[in-house]
Structures are given as C-alpha cells and as structure tokens.
C-alpha cells in the first residue's frame, strides 16, 4: 500500500541572553524546526484509459463511447454511483503509421480515461480487480492514492506542532551548549521560504 511522506519546514527566531552578559544588545538565534510524517492515503483513484482506432472519425467516437457505457457499468456494478464516476481527457486525433519509410494515414484514434474516488482499503480494490478481470472491454486499469481534505488538515496542524516542538528543542539545546538564557519568539515564518509538499 502506497504512503505519503510529508516534510513541514519552520523557521522559528528566539532572542536569547548570555547569563554573564555584558553587552546589552538583542541577541538572537535563528532555528529551523522540521516534521515528517508518514500516512497511508485515505483517498483511493480508480484511473481507466480506453481508446479505439477506426478509419473513420465518427465511427472512432462511437466505438469509444460505447467501450465507455461498458466500463461505466462495470465500475457501477461494484456499488459506485453514477455521479461519482467521471470521464476526462477525451481526445480525438489523426492515427499514422510508418512503414517502409513512409507515414500511412490510419484513420483516427479516440481516447478517454474514466476515473473515481472511493474510500481506500484492500477490499474495495480487491472488487475493482476482481470485476475488470472478467471484463471484455479493452482498457488500462491504474490506481493513484491522495489524502482526503479533511486527513490532509489534520496532518498539516500534526506537523505545525511537530515543527516547533523540534524549533524549541533545537533553541534550547543550542541555549543549553553555549551558557545563555532563551527569551522571547521574535518572530515565526511559516510557509513562506520552502514548501515540501504533500
């Protein structure tokens, strides 16, 4: 099963003291905390590419469209609503082939992916494989995972947190090593220098 790993940067600026301290001056000390985390996806993406060659543009298009109502029905034969399943990506174009050092027009080429969401989890792959496997329907079959909006929340404030549990951790180590006092948060930049993404 596919996880994500999420790094989350934060730049944390502390004033500090020295205990013997004679200068009067703002001292400061950047620190740069950082999280990870690993999450399985929650979000599964059933992702079906269909495509039909034909001499003919509209026979090209009906052929395809049809391989689409039949794959459409499989996918809602699993227990997926109709609204749920999408189609993207339709496209239509000239089909050559080069043979003997000369491109031979061969009609057309029509291609369309079908895609949908489901909760991810083992069974309802295993229901999507199982179905596809008996199917006549010429087709590509791939999953792709994400994370849920609310999932996605709910790491990103984890790894806040994380972020400047490792931020103080690092201030007070350096604090600790080199005799002086923390003081205050100046300053906290968050998302601004480097994102890591998702």
Known sequence: MKSIFIILPLFLLISFSAISQIDKRNLTIDVIGSAKITVKPDVGILIIGIRENDLNFSDAI???????????????????KEEDIKTTDFKIEKYTVYVKDQNI???????QSITVDFKNSKETITRILNTFAKSNTDFTLNFDFKL?????????????????ESSKHKAQLIASSTGVRLGKILDIGYGNNYYGGM
């Open 62 to 80: 009906t052929s395809l469209n049809k391989k689409t109502k039949d794959v459409t029905s499989q996918i809602a034969s699993i227990g997926f």
């Open 105 to 111: 027009d061969s009609g057309y080429v029509a291609t």
């Open 148 to 164: 849920s909006d609310e999932l996605r929340t709910k790491v990103q404030d984890e790894l806040i947190k994380l972020s400047i």
